[in-house]
């Protein structure tokens, strides 16, 4: 390492701060440095150490550059800690800086994009074949929360397969896959040929399905759009312009409920869910499962004008991204994230025929991480 390129070191007993060149700095916790020594991390990567095995007081005695990095010793009998700078860069800034798959870019203004221009697009054979187009377009996914496949064999069952190279396929009431187009006495809406207003599906299950894969066997030439929009984006322009409503949609507990022949569902969650801190976690959207609410009075009248509040988002057209999917295409969206709906079709007189399936949130983003 050339000495202009040396980082500054500034020690003190209770946390030792490094000043880069670029001016980037870092300042880690004794204890923090103690309980992440190499030497206690198997070749597996998993520690090798419990919480109670550090002393119950930490502090640096010294530290030295070494190796390209730094030694530190610490005071009492533990072991000193030895990392090269590069690993301390590492652990700098918020995960997602270094895990694509958690990167999220909000999109609000969803009529001014273009699907095909804005969003990921791959061919079905290449993504099939190659797992760096595969780990490309996955992370795209993951930041843009709805992805699209194009040339995918319009035969039924061709969804499995190719959901299966995204990750793990979630078996529910509805099967392991569900046809979407219009039938006689439908247990679900989405059963029907009629339009459907932007929602998230199965909040009535705990956890939700993480990801929603839809493939286009039988496209309308008449209605039928699919309609999208960002949830995490519209949650947070909210926040911004009406706190009061945020706030009551972010702890208001609401009831989803579905039952058919063969389930009966329930689960509590907010409409807007929140993260550990404090960002928009996830959006829970549905008025076709909502149960009847145990509010009082008060409480259900806030509750109204915050759901109000959010669902006239909804309805604004501003927000919406909309595509005529063909035959042979399949979308696949982040289902905590990005709402969805469509406009109505006459299905007797042009047939719309979808096969879709659910995938668990944990794979996706697993072959997200993993793929090249």
Known sequence: MAPDAIPRLDIRPERLRIDWPDDVFGEFAAVWLADNRAEDRHANGQ?????MDLPDTVTIRSAHLQNDGVCVHFNGEWPPFERPFAWFREMLGPLAAHRPELDRHPWLQGNTLDARRDFAWAAHTGFMADGARRGLWLRRLARDGVAFLSGVPSREGEILATA???GEVLHTNYGWLFDVRAVPSPENLAY???GLGLHTDNPYRDPVPGFQALHVLLASPEGGESLFADGLALAEYLRRTDAVSFDCLTRTPVTFHY??????????KPIIELAVDGSVRAVHYNNRSIAPLRLSVDESERFYAAYRSFARLLRDARYALRVRLADG??????NRRTLHGRTGFASQRHPRHLQG???????????AARLP
């Not at 520690?47 to 919480?51: A, G, K, P, W």
């Not at 295409?329 to 982040?334: A, K, R, S, T």
């Not at 399936?357 to 072959?367: G, W």
């Open 47 to 51: 520690r090798l150490i419990d919480v």
């Open 164 to 166: 299966a190279a995204m």
């Open 192 to 194: 029907t040929d009629l």
């Open 259 to 268: 039952r058919s022949g063969n389930a009966d569902l329930c689960s509590q």
């Open 329 to 334: 295409e399949m979308v696949v969206f982040d």
């Open 357 to 367: 399936c659910y995938l668990t949130r944990d794979s996706v983003l697993s072959n």
